[in-house]
């Protein structure tokens, strides 16, 4: 081993960024001297696929290892040996096991002179590989240890090629830390990126101020709900028809919760094509397929320590349902073309308009995965339900809309909010946004009109509701009970009998047939059908 060579490798190491082109320039410069017959070098981790190890039993420590990292060699007398995988016999080594490991655990450096005198480990390859020499030195930075980097020589190696490759380990070790100090900059820089663009996604597409307007029971309830599971650590599956409002109910449990401090994530995964589900979940490394043009973090990465909402989870397909139940389970992902196994802390919330009961029995949706979601059902009721909140909503979506637009307040009296409150509501609270909205707009005397809530649309509504209370006034729970089960017997009435298919009382009220057949046996009804 030539002192020019260590230092040609030095020069070339230095001008690297990349951890993956550090390690590979080292360990290929090395097996370029005629001498090296192999050059690996083993990185100090977290300890990963234990179970998988055959080193496993005489493993002390199960928190961390030595991980292979980098290899490159020239077999003479081994035909088809590919030197140079790093999934082989030692892809990981417990530290303080074997020489290899001991060096990992106490920074000693050690010298094999002649293999053939002491040499425990693979005799049979150093014999056949014409191995004469083994030395290992440990990559120090500033008093820590980085890992352990290798050689097997051809020839034999005196004490003066043992202290260059000291020197050599030290200029190497200071290369893996930069490149490692650089990754870890990108990582930072693309995750403020991509917190920069999601935020920026969230002022566009925001809904209400993050307040549940209303004083009505129904929401009462749901405020009581949100209060008992938001401070524990439960998965929670909100439910609810699309415009209910399922988004600020996930931001209440967040802010309810320990993760308050930490980030809210949202994906929306009816909007993510199927073939980026994974990149957009679990995130890529550079070059994984056409066009991953860097490392991308995903979502997952970017929620850890605080909370992942998955709106419109029943979107998800059915092949990458598995991998979304193993991250949830373990904690565990890898990112697309990357072999490195990330740990995550994050708590789930889902929220869905489908019935994922009747998804599973289709098969469209894994059963272990959906109670997986489903530790805490949390049902919201649509809008038609708690018509005495139309009221207070629609007077608090004339200040925040008037304020975008930079208008004058528009006030709202009795006959306005009789007729918001005749209305049916398909579109639940987001369809009252876009009315209040389109109303204000289109004000010129300073006098609200909703003549025409539909929007020229064909409307149909579902059963005759209860008459609804003044605004300032309330019903007592017998009452509500009272009324709840005559609109049940109005809607079955009116379905011949039938809770679910089509035409049936639960698609007429727009509730999942498993809902409503809960709700008929808390009032004890029986449906002829």
């Known amino acids: 081993m030539k002192l020019e060579t260590l230092q040609s490798i030095s020069l070339a190491v230095a001008q690297e960024r990349d951890l993956d082109a550090v390690l590979c320039k080292i360990v290929q410069g090395l097996v370029g001297d005629v001498g090296i017959a192999l050059a690996r070098i083993w990185l100090i981790g977290p300890a990963d696929h234990c179970s998988q190890c055959r080193l496993q039993p005489s493993c002390l420590d199960k928190r961390a290892c030595l991980r292979l990292m980098a290899s490159a060699g020239k077999p003479l007398h081994s035909p088809g040996e590919d030197w140079s995988r790093l999934n082989g016999e030692f892809c990981r080594i417990p530290l303080g096991l074997g020489k290899i490991g ?45 890992g352990v980097l290798a050689i097997f020589s051809r020839t034999y190696l005196e004490e003066q090629n043992f202290l260059w490759l000291r020197t050599f380990a030290d200029h190497a070790a200071v290369a893996l830390a930069h490149s490692r100090a650089f990754e870890e900059n990108a990582r930072l820089r693309e995750r403020l990126e991509l917190e920069n663009a999601y935020l920026r996604e969230e002022v566009q597409n925001r809904f209400i101020d993050n307040e549940m307007i209303g004083n009505s029971l129904a929401l009462k309830r749901v405020r009581e709900t949100i209060a008992m599971v938001a401070p524990t650590e439960a998965s929670v599956l909100i439910q609810g028809e699309s415009g209910t409002g399922k988004e600020l109910v996930a931001r209440a449990i967040h802010n309810g919760s320990q993760r308050r401090e930490n980030a809210l994530i949202r994906v929306n995964c009816a909007s993510i094509p199927r073939e980026l589900f994974e990149s957009e979940f679990f995130g890529h490394a550079k070059g994984a397929f056409t066009g991953a043009l860097r490392h991308r973090a995903g979502r997952f990465q970017l929620a850890d320590g605080g909370t992942l909402f998955l709106d419109e989870v029943g979107e998800i397909p059915l092949e990458l349902q598995g991998k979304l139940l193993r991250v949830l389970q373990e904690g565990q992902y890898e990112r697309i073309g990357e072999d490195l196994t990330r740990q995550v802390h994050v708590r789930i919330i889902a929220a869905t308009n489908r019935d994922l009961h009747a998804e599973v029995k289709r098969g469209s949706f894994r059963e272990d995965l959906f109670y997986r979601l489903s530790v805490f059902p949390l049902e ?28 004058p307040e528009f006030p709202l009296d009795d006959r306005q909010i009789a007729q918001l409150c005749e209305y049916h509501w398909p579109g639940n609270v987001r369809e009252l946004q876009n009315v209040i909205e389109r109303a204000v707009i289109m004000c010129s005397d300073g006098y609200l009109r909703f003549d025409d809530l539909s929007g020229g649309r064909t409307v149909e509504t579902a059963v005759p509701l209860p008459p609804t209370a003044p605004v300032d006034s309330f019903l007592t729970e017998e009452k509500w009970i009272d009324l709840e089960r005559e609109n049940l017997l109005a809607v079955l009435r009116r379905a011949g009998g039938r809770v679910g298919g089509p035409g049936g009382a639960a698609e007429l009220l727009g509730l999942r047939p498993t809902t409503l057949r809960s709700r008929l046996k808390a009032r004890d009804i029986r449906p002829s059908k």
């Not at 014999?127 to 030395?135: H, L, T, V």
């Not at 919201?380 to 208008?407: N, Q, S, V, Y």
Request: charged share 25%.
């Open 102 to 146: 001991a060096v990992g655990a106490m920074g000693e450096p050690v010298l094999v002179s002649d293999v053939s005198l002491n040499w425990t480990t693979r005799q049979e390859f150093a014999q056949r590989e014409g191995i004469r020499s083994f030395a290992a030195q440990p990559l120090i930075f500033r008093g820590d240890i980085l």
């Open 380 to 407: 919201i009721p649509p809008l038609r339900f708690r018509k005495e909140d139309i009221g207070l909503l629609a007077a608090h979506l004339i200040r925040l809309t008037c304020r975008r637009l930079k208008l």
